[in-house]
């Protein structure tokens, strides 16, 4: 769970959170008014927040993704006990 809300939630809001931030910071909500919600760059900020998400996404599978040569074994159960999936080694039979 952590994985994901680092992974998708945390870049798709992240735009969002700093826009809101910098308004703050400028002071242009006090000297506006109420901050309309309505004159928010909204299809921006979603844009941005989903571009960001697949540039996460795309650096996480291209980065860390495994370089190892090998078949992927998938989980099973052997005698009542589950024995993790792993890669092993390539000519291994």
């Known amino acids: 769970m952590p994985r994901e809300i680092l992974t998708l939630v945390v870049p798709l809001l992240l735009p969002t959170v700093i826009y809101l931030i910098w308004l703050r910071a400028t002071g242009w909500s006090e000297t506006a008014g109420a901050l ?18 697949a540039i996460v ?13 090998g078949v992927y074994v998938p ?3 052997e005698n009542g006990r589950i024995v993790p999936g792993h890669v092993e080694p390539a000519g291994k039979p």
Do not use: E, M
């Open 57 to 69: 996404l795309v650096v996480i599978t291209v980065g860390f993704g495994t370089t190892l040569p």
């Open 36 to 53: 309309a919600w309505h004159q928010l760059p909204w299809v921006w900020l979603a844009l941005s927040g989903v571009a960001l998400t």
């Open 75 to 77: 989980p099973r159960i």
